[in-house]
Nanobody, 122 residues
Framework: QVQLVESGGGLVQPGGSLRLSCVAS????????MAWYRQAPGKERELVAG???????NYADSVKGRFTISGNNAKNMVYLQMNSLRPEDTAVYYC????????????????WGQGTQVTVSS
C-alpha cells in the first residue's frame, strides 16, 4: 500500500502565506515526480506545480512567482510554499505522486492524497 498525506492547509488572509507538506509512505521503490493539484468547488482539478526527482519544476501560470515547489527525495516529501495568496487560490489542494512500487514494475502509477483545505479570505 502507498499513502500520501498532506498537511499545512488552513485559513489565511489575502496576501498571506502557507506552506503545504506531503509525505509518501508505504511500498515505494522510487518516485519519478510529485505534484500539487487543487480543486475549487464547481471547478475541475488543475495542476498547480510539479517537481521531478531530478529537481525540474513547472507551475501553472496563475501561481508563477508566488508559489514554490520543492522536494526531499530522501524523505519522500514534497512542499508547496504559497506566498501572496489570493481569494481565488481557495481550494482543496491534493498531493500527487508518480512512482514505482517495486524494482520490477513495468510502469509507474499515480497516487493521490486526501487533500488539505486552503481558504484565503479576509
Amino acid at each position: 500500500q502507498v499513502q500520501l498525506v498532506e498537511s499545512g492547509g488552513g485559513l489565511v488572509q489575502p496576501g498571506g502565506s502557507l506552506r503545504l507538506s506531503c509525505v509518501a509512505s508505504g511500498s515505494i521503490f522510487s518516485i519519478n515526480g510529485m505534484a500539487w493539484y487543487r480543486q475549487a468547488p464547481g471547478k475541475e482539478r488543475e495542476l498547480v506545480a510539479g517537481i521531478t526527482s531530478g529537481g525540474s519544476t513547472n507551475y501553472a501560470d496563475s501561481v508563477k512567482g508566488r508559489f514554490t515547489i520543492s522536494g526531499n527525495n530522501a524523505k519522500n516529501m514534497v512542499y508547496l510554499q504559497m506566498n501572496s495568496l489570493r481569494p481565488e487560490d481557495t481550494a482543496v489542494y491534493y498531493c500527487n505522486a508518480d512512482l514505482l512500487r517495486t524494482a520490477w514494475a513495468t510502469f509507474a502509477r499515480t497516487y493521490w492524497g486526501q487533500g488539505t483545505q486552503v481558504t484565503v479570505s479576509s
